[in-house]
């Protein structure tokens, strides 16, 4: 699996999510280490993936996938990528930029206390902040910064929610981007949201962050028998 991740500039070729991405999956566990593979012209390390993502900050602070005003769910993402060397000695220059970003996702909230991303109020750009947040050790529902109009990014987040099922991606009513049908029960919307859920327990669990799996033994896998059991 880390192999694809080996080539650089396979992993940047869709811009600074792609780093983003890598550096999440390859600080997962201590143990994962980046293969060299023969024909790579550029290999990947840590610190290519964090220059990147570090030069890819938009002057407002924050990031964006291709703008230059800071947006919530590629904030969020960069945020939870650069969380383990966040207040680390000898990444002070992360540490600012994580700060900048903080500045940023609360300049950016909106006034009901959840987030948005292409004019529109998603329950994704709520999630992508919430992780982010645990990830770095912040509780949304304490921290002032990311309370609007007397809500937080958590009770913002559980809004989306339709009783008996998933996530909804925008509420009935609300601008679309394309994301999926408002006020229906959707996917992806329904993948982060619990996923947010999660950060947000472990957090107050006292337990390591969402992506964090140091608290865990790699082993490697055996061969399948053929049948598709694995």
Known sequence: LLENLADF????????????????????????????TAGVQNQTTREKLLEYILDNETPAGGWDLMGLAPDSDMTGMALQALAPFYKKSGYEDVTAAVDRGLEALSRIQDSDGGYSTMGSKTVESCAQVVTALCAL???????SRFIKGGSWTVEKL???????SGFMHVKAGEANNGGGAAGEVNGMATEQGHYALVAYQRLKQGKSGLYDMSDLTVHEGGKGDGSGTG
Request: aromatic fraction near 8%; hydrophobic fraction near 40%; proline fraction near 12%.
């Open 137 to 143: 050790g912040i509780d949304p529902e304490t921290d």
């Open 9 to 36: 500039e396979n992993v940047a070729a869709q811009g600074v999510n792609g780093p983003i991405w890598a550096l999440i999956a390859l600080n997962a566990n201590p143990q994962y280490t980046i293969p060299e």
């Open 158 to 164: 559980l809004s989306y929610h339709i009783p008996g």
